[in-house]
């Protein structure tokens, strides 16, 4: 499908809802679809965006400021995961408990403001991995719009390109939570080892990262064409040290370098997800 026909199919099934809240975590995806859903509904569009300890700061600010410049009502609600049941014990339905409690409350603030629907920004690619959260997307009735209109997220970056979303040549993320491998204890401290190893990287320079912590040991993912960059002795010597100050008594490289879902890649996708 070329890409305009898909952006006015997107456009048409928005249309068709009346009012949507968004789910809007400020990256590429939700972002897009909250402006191209604020185009089409005006002030019928909300944005609801969750603050927590598996989401880094600096995602929040973004998302706050890109709601506030396209002057889009933009509601902030605190998520406590970890306080939720079975999270922190880190099996492989953790998403799916995740995903279930920040939908319901979306849901809640929907309701309370008269919203028709809900509506979160997976894309056709998310359907090829293993996301215990898309079962919670569908029993709770969200609406996956970007999905529907057949986008996946290279269309969506070009899209977002033309329309000069800021988001358009972000990295990819994923909430924090998912750089633990299943089954090992997810707690506070921890978290903030993983946000703050992450920002390092990104302070030298790296644009796509994942630093997946495995106990005493971080094992950072960066993109293929930014492998070579810790050929340079320095660079690895910073990174270390900088490491070992967050808390990480070793350091790794991925040789595979950067994907999505590489926790994933232990456990058997065909297994049912656990409610």
Not at 53 to 73: T, V, Y
Not at 158 to 182: E, G, V
């Amino acid at each position: 499908m070329e890409l305009q026909d898909a952006l006015k199919q997107l456009e048409y099934n928005i249309g068709e809802k009346g009012s949507l809240a968004v789910a809007y975590s400020g990256g590429v995806d939700s972002t897009f679809l909250l402006k191209v859903a604020h185009d089409v509904l005006q002030d019928r569009v909300i944005a609801v965006t969750a603050r927590s300890s598996i989401h880094p700061q600096r995602e929040f600010k973004e998302a706050a400021e890109f709601a506030r410049s396209a002057r889009i009502k933009h509601i902030v609600i605190q998520s406590k995961e970890l306080e939720i049941e079975g999270f922190t014990n880190n099996q492989p339905n953790r998403c799916y408990l995740c995903k279930y409690a920040l939908l319901s409350k979306i849901k809640g603030v929907a309701e309370k403001c008269y919203i028709q629907h809900i509506a979160e920004g997976s894309n056709i690619d998310d359907l090829g991995d293993y996301r215990p959260g898309m079962k919670a997307i569908k029993k709770l009735g969200i609406i996956s719009p970007l999905q529907d209109a057949g986008l996946n997220k290279d269309a969506i970056r070009k899209l977002s390109k033309k329309m000069r979303l800021p988001t358009w040549d972000k990295q990819s993320f994923a909430c924090l939570a998912s750089r633990f491998p299943y089954g090992e204890k997810i707690t506070k401290e921890k978290l903030a080892m993983v946000d703050r190893a992450e920002q390092c990287l990104l302070s030298f320079g790296f644009k796509q990262v994942r630093v997946r912590h495995h106990g005493d040991t971080a094992r950072i993912e960066v993109a293929e064409a930014e492998r070579p960059k810790f050929f340079d002795l320095e660079l690895m010597d910073n990174v270390y040290k900088q490491f070992r100050e967050i808390g990480f008594a070793y350091t790794a490289l991925d040789l595979q370098g950067y994907r999505t879902g590489s926790m994933n890649e232990v456990i058997d996708t065909r297994l049912e997800i656990l409610e």
